[in-house]
T-cell receptor
């Protein structure tokens, strides 16, 4: 069964450094998402992406964040200057179509630790 | 704005007993509702969804959920719990009136289910 993959599984970085989290969505999916989950808290929406542009973003997704689909397979989340509060599990998700019958498929997540 | 509440941080149930994980929601229109499960060190796995139609929805691993519009609830149920069901369960809602082209999910804070042998 096809699945969403994410790399790395765990990333440790120092405050102020840039990080790039990578995702490979399911190949025929058209809609892509990033969510994050701070330890012990709920999963929060960050951004959605369709047709090579952001379709919606949350308040969390400020100027420090950016997303890109550099080729036909990868979908990346970049944090330009990490802060301690960026420490969280980051989940990528993809969706085949827009209609309500299409659920989102999530990757296993990247645990980001900012020290 | 849409929201989801999972009133229980943890649910303990004996193996073989029925289980219920509660979820209530708030949206401006008719909701699309989802349950996901998260096993340790794993991503979120889709269990089931309610879009329209029959209020009782059947999903993966023997789970089902009942949509109750008057009580704005979407409780997850299973007739006979297994130890392997122990995990973190998330209820999520998609407000069909928000963000066309996005369909992002709003999640509850999760309920830890522990099935005791």
């Amino acid at each position: 069964e096809p699945e969403v993959t994410q790399t790395p599984s765990h990333q440790v970085t120092q405050m102020g450094q840039e990080v790039i989290l990578r995702c490979v969505p399911i190949s025929n999916h058209l809609y892509f998402y990033w969510y994050r989950q701070i330890l012990g808290q709920k999963v929060e929406f960050l951004v959605s992406f369709y047709n090579n542009e952001i379709s919606e973003k949350s308040e969390i997704f400020d100027d420090q964040f950016s997303v890109e689909r550099p080729d036909g397979s990868n979908f990346t989340l970049k944090i330009r200057s990490t802060k301690l509060e960026d420490s969280a599990m980051y989940f990528c998700a993809s969706r085949e179509g827009l209609g309500p019958s299409y659920e989102q498929y999530f990757g296993p997540g990247t645990r980001l630790t900012v020290t | 704005a849409q929201s989801v509440a999972q009133p229980e941080d943890q649910v303990n149930v004996a193996e073989g007993n029925p289980l219920t994980v509660k979820c209530t929601y708030s949206v401006s229109g008719n909701p699309y509702l989802f349950w996901y499960v998260q096993y340790p060190n794993r991503g979120l796995q889709f269990l089931l969804k309610y879009i329209t139609g029959d209020n009782l929805v059947k999903g993966s691993y023997g789970f089902e959920a009942e949509f109750n519009k008057s009580q704005t609830s979407f409780h997850l149920k299973k007739p006979s719990a297994l130890v392997s069901d122990s995990a973190l369960y998330f209820c999520a809602v998609r407000d069909p009136k928000s963000g066309a082209g996005s369909y992002q999910l709003t999640f509850g804070k999760g309920t830890k289910l522990s099935v005791i042998p």
